[in-house]
């Protein structure tokens, strides 16, 4: 009698590290699409950047209700109220007024090139903040989507003296965004969810974003169902969607390659204003796109 021979068969699992992947490019074509709707919204920009927030609130409320009962005992360890969870619902919210701003007083290829900027200073302060080493990799595809980028928005940057009120606040983008990787990803490794985290900084972000909308601006409602529909659109697809993708996956993977991808960002942007706009785009810009992908496949993680 021939006895079978049972061999063990290693069935390959998916990376841990593949879904947080997929969320952070996710998120970063969320958030790309956002210039678009600050455009349509019909209110000010402090107040759209208000709006944002506040709309995506009883979504977010939801999310972190779901996975504190999916994993409530973990969630109930979890630090309350840590000081970098206000720290990035303040630098998020002049993130917020900044980029709004910029979208509004400079063209949109300023805008999203200098907001781009944001990955520079993570991988500089990375290391001396959160204690993350930043590989010689992460360098090069640094470089490589500055590149990218400059290629992508150069035909469309302009150096008009019209738009250096703008382009100072795309700068301060870059800067507040930096501040909000490394402030989220500090927040997630303490062992907080990404849900709760993403409510209880959004709670912050949104009553500073009140106050300066109540005092800039006063003008809350939009006229049309058009502006109304944008306001929502930026509140569920940008914030609920790109922030809560971004904050999910800086648990997994670090500020430094999590701000990398960010660069996808202007590739939306890009294809956005060429599909919605009727902006033609170049063989320069297309290959710029194409950099900017290379460079943050090359740099993902390895497992």
Known sequence: MVKANHQSTHVPTASPLLLPFLAVLAGATAMGISPIFVRLAEVGPLTSAFWRVALALPIIALWARAERNHQEAEQDNAPQWSPATFVAGAVFA???ICWHLAIMHTTIANATFLATMAPVWVLLMSGLVLKEHVTLRMWASLGLCLAGAAALTGSSFSANPEHLFGDAFGILTSVFFGSYFLAMRAARTSGIGSGLLMFR??????ALLFIAAWLMEGDFLPDTVKGLSALIAIALLSHAGGQGLLAYALGHLSAAYSSLVIFLEAVVAAGVAWI?????LTLLQIAGGAIILIAVLQARPNR
């Open 201 to 206: 900084s959004s709670l912050i972000t949104a």
């Open 276 to 280: 919605i706009l009727s902006e033609t």
């Open 94 to 96: 002049g993130d917020l």
